[in-house]
């Protein structure tokens, strides 16, 4: 069965970097374009950022654009989301989900990023 995987979250001090990894398996995972999403204290799910299945292209929320950087291993079936100048408001938990299309099918158990002083 489908299953992603997510790591690296932990607590951070403003300014500093974390990688978050997502282990996929299950699927065929260089077919399919994969996501991050997060879901901050009290608020809804954002979208953060998408890769298409080669890797070649990534896009990104406004929010995150020029700190975070997507990518992808397809021989690990694992994607990344390095993030770097880390705020207090990227506070949140992460999840990595994959996307056939202009929706997410499946979902990891998401991974707790906290950023504070």
């Known amino acids: 069965q489908v299953q992603l995987v997510e790591s690296g979250g932990g607590l951070v001090q403003p300014g500093g970097s974390l990688r978050l990894s997502c282990a996929a398996s299950g699927f065929t995972f260089s077919s399919y374009a994969m996501s991050w999403v997060r879901q901050a204290p009290g608020k809804g799910l954002e979208w953060v950022s998408d890769?298409?299945?080669?890797?070649?292209?990534?896009w990104y929320a406004d929010s995150v654009k020029g700190r975070f950087t997507l990518s992808r291993d397809n021989a690990k079936n694992t994607l990344y989301l390095q993030m770097n100048s880390l705020k207090p408001e990227d506070t949140a938990v992460y999840y990595c989900a994959k996307r056939p299309g202009s929706y997410y099918d499946y979902w990891g158990q998401g991974t707790q990023v906290t950023v504070s002083s």
């Open positions: 890769i298409n299945s080669g890797g070649g292209s990534t």
